[in-house]
């Protein structure tokens, strides 16, 4: 059975930092590309990182030079290193296979203050 505890998450000011965590079990991890998934309340989940096998990242325009996805193998977690937070990264984050699966873990909820 497929499972992801994402953890993490808490109030911050504008400007710092914090780490999520996303330990994954139930598939073969190093076969999957693994994203960050963020939700804002009232608009649609969007993908906010991906990193792929080859190790290669991507991220979305409004957080590139922010945020560092990585992952550890060995235990199945990934991270996302947030930094220079903004109030607009206010959400519940979640992480899932990409493209997702239809499994989702209750994220965990970042809230940048301004």
């Known amino acids: 059975q497929v499972q992801l505890v994402e953890s993490g998450g808490g109030l911050v000011q504008a400007g710092g930092s914090l780490r999520l965590s996303c330990a994954a079990s139930?598939?073969?991890?190093?076969?999957?590309?693994m994203g960050w998934f963020r939700q804002a309340p009232g608009k649609e989940r969007e993908l906010v990182a991906t990193?792929?096998?080859?190790?290669?990242?991507n991220y979305r325009d409004s957080v590139k030079g922010r945020f560092t996805i990585s992952r550890d193998h060995t235990k199945s977690i990934v991270f996302l290193q947030m930094n220079s937070l903004k109030p607009e990264d206010t959400a519940v984050y979640y992480c899932?296979?990409?493209?997702?699966?239809?499994?989702w873990g209750n994220g965990t909820l970042v809230t940048v203050s301004s």
């Open positions: 990193q792929f096998n080859s190790g290669k990242t």
């Open positions: 899932n296979t990409v493209p997702p699966g239809q499994y």
């Open positions: 139930g598939f073969t991890f190093s076969r999957y590309a």
